[in-house]
């Protein structure tokens, strides 16, 4: 009887925990079901596809891990319940069963207790009628049937008593074993649980990074697009400025021949005709890789235009009209009432001689053109294409005609190296920290639309001031200058003071270095390397390993290169400013800085 009730304890715990399997299979299911619809690609207007998608399976997955929790906690505790009432169940059965046994062990004591006196009766009358040993009395029992009688009732209290605990320790043991097997189904129910539930929210993020991520590429893709779009638009821009240029440059040549026709002389005509030619061919199609760049002048500028042929046309020099505009470009960008800073000059007569001291802006046109006539003339410029002449009239307008018959006189002309030599000599007798400008004719020629298919790079420059300083030894102008009270390891201060004369250091072209391997990260930073094997330009920086280890141990500046060899000029070369010469691609050389002149 309790054999039979114990299994249906087992029974109603085997039924429960199939219910917390069924919730596992719900759980699935609405698994099953949100993932499907994340695939299916819902989604609202407002958002995209993809982040529509996230926050569904992100949602969905919160409801699955909700259900599973609610129905861990039904389950489990309905199986607690049942599992208590099948206990309880167990052990109102062992007590109605011990009830029993007691009961059943009162009759059996008892039987017992008639049985032991009929037995002392049956003794006491052998002992009497011992002389008539096998012959009973009447009512009498048999003495061997007695003591067999005993002994089956106590072999039955002795199984009884077996029986019983054999069956109290069934019943126990079954009960135990239901308790462990529905905690450890319920146990395993809620792990499942867990790990359904983890195992959704692990799916959820992953499903939410991805869709960030594809967001992410397209918002990046969309940005690609648009700043090319943007460099598509300034490219067009530049274009149509250029075609701008080529066209005022054409207006500009066709005004200048009107003029000379007007002035006379056939000669003139012929060389403004070249130019207008050359001046549109330059514009239209570009010069070099190496050329000076042109930038057309201001409105403000162009403004004077009426103004500057008249005064061009009345000192007889109406073929160099765009020559006046790129110097007042270059003086005032046509802004002010001295446009043309003439007021310091000796055709000044009216106002004082100090800078912006004109108040006029027609007379500062007057008195600018009469100068630069003048320094035209003391050059023995020939044409508006007689480029070399061009520079050497310009540093005169800007440090004086006194420069102009010095540099004849010396150097037999122009040179930026002569421009820089004049300048520190002039600041040194004035006791000024910097005299004029050094770069004046390269700052004037580039709002000049034919000096660019006949000028040099900017690279030269830099080569030039180097080679003004051959033999100087200890460095200490170098050094100094760097901002070192005392003497140093000074090559590259040497190249930075060079570039800072040629005014690379303020445009940004060349940085400000006393450390050889700061130099080499500028360029590199720049994107403006080039190794060993590389066959240098004038003007590129060069930089040596001596002993191949990597490590940056001097710097110089590219003379040039000619025939496989190198030609440098390099400050603490033995402790002075010296020319040397390498192989190209030489294991000494480490690589070369490549500036953008």
């Avoid at 600018?368 to 003339?377: I, S, Y």
Wanted: hydrophobic residues 35%.
């Amino acid at each position: 009887m309790a054999d039979i009730k114990t299994r249906d304890a087992v029974k109603g715990t085997i039924k429960t925990l199939d219910k917390a399997a069924i919730a596992g299979e719900r759980m699935k299911s609405a698994y099953a079901k949100t993932k499907d619809k994340a695939e299916q690609g819902y989604y609202a207007e407002e958002n995209s596809p993809t982040e529509y998608a996230a926050d569904k399976f992100s949602h969905a997955s919160g409801r699955i891990k909700d259900e599973g929790i609610h129905q861990f906690n039904k389950q489990g505790q309905k199986s607690v319940q049942t599992t208590k009432e099948n206990i309880g169940r167990a052990k109102d059965k062992i007590a109605e069963f011990k009830t029993k046994r007691a009961a059943k062990a009162a009759e059996q004591k008892k039987a017992q207790a008639v049985a032991e006196q009929n037995g002392s009766l049956i003794r006491n009358g052998v002992a009497s009628r011992s002389s008539v040993p096998d012959v009973p009395m009447q009512g009498e029992m048999p003495q061997t049937g007695a003591s067999q009688l005993i002994k089956t009732r106590q072999q039955g209290k002795k199984t009884i008593k077996t029986t019983a605990r054999n069956a109290e320790r069934t019943v126990k043991t079954t009960a135990k074993g239901t308790v462990k097997a529905a905690e450890k189904g319920v146990k395993t129910a809620k792990a499942t649980s867990k790990t359904a539930i983890k195992t959704t929210e692990q799916t959820a993020k992953a499903a939410h990074k991805t869709a960030k991520a594809t967001a992410k590429a397209a918002q990046k893709t969309a940005q690609t697009a648009k700043a090319t779009a943007k460099a598509t638009a300034e490219a067009t821009k530049v274009t149509v400025k250029a075609t701008i240029a080529a066209v005022k440059v054409i207006i500009a040549g066709t005004k200048a021949l009107i003029s000379a026709l007007i002035a006379g002389g056939w000669v003139a005509i012929v060389i403004i005709l070249i130019v207008v030619l050359l001046g549109c061919a330059v514009s239209l199609f570009g010069g070099g890789s190496d050329s000076t760049s042109y930038t057309p002048v201001s409105a403000e500028v162009e403004a004077y235009t009426p103004l500057i042929q008249k005064y061009a046309k009345q000192y007889g020099i109406p073929e160099y009209v765009e020559l006046i505009k790129a110097v007042m470009m270059q003086e005032s960008g046509g802004k002010g009432n001295d446009p043309m800073q003439a007021a310091e000059g000796s055709f000044n007569k009216k106002y004082p001689h100090q800078p912006n001291g004109i108040k006029d802006p027609e007379y500062s046109i007057e008195c600018g053109v009469q100068e630069l006539k003048a320094a035209l003339t003391s050059a023995e410029v020939e044409s508006p294409i007689d480029m070399e002449r061009i520079k050497l009239a310009l540093q005169g307008y800007n440090f004086g005609n006194g420069y102009i018959s010095w540099a004849k006189t010396n150097y037999g002309g122009y040179s930026y190296a002569n421009a820089v030599e004049f300048s520190a000599m002039q600041a040194a007798k004035l006791g000024w920290e910097k005299y004029g400008d050094t770069q004046y004719p390269a700052h004037v020629l580039r709002y000049y639309p034919y000096g660019r298919a006949f000028t040099s790079g900017g690279n030269q420059a830099i080569v030039e001031v180097a080679l003004t300083q051959l033999g100087n030894e200890g460095g200490q102008p170098y050094w100094s200058w760097y901002g070192f009270s005392g003497r140093v390891e000074w090559c590259a201060c040497f190249t930075s003071w060079c570039a800072d004369q040629c005014g690379y250091l303020e445009s940004g072209i060349i940085p400000k270095f006393s450390l050889c391997s700061d130099g080499v990260n500028w360029f590199k930073g720049k994107g403006q390397w080039q190794d060993r094997n590389y066959e240098p330009q004038a003007g590129d920086i060069i930089f040596f390993d001596w002993g191949n280890d990597g490590s940056i141990d001097h710097v110089g500046i590219v003379e040039k290169c000619e025939n496989g060899t190198v030609y440098t000029v390099e400050g603490n070369s033995g402790d002075a400013c010296r020319q040397q010469s390498y192989p190209v691609g030489s294991s000494s050389i480490y690589g070369y800085g490549v500036p953008q002149y």
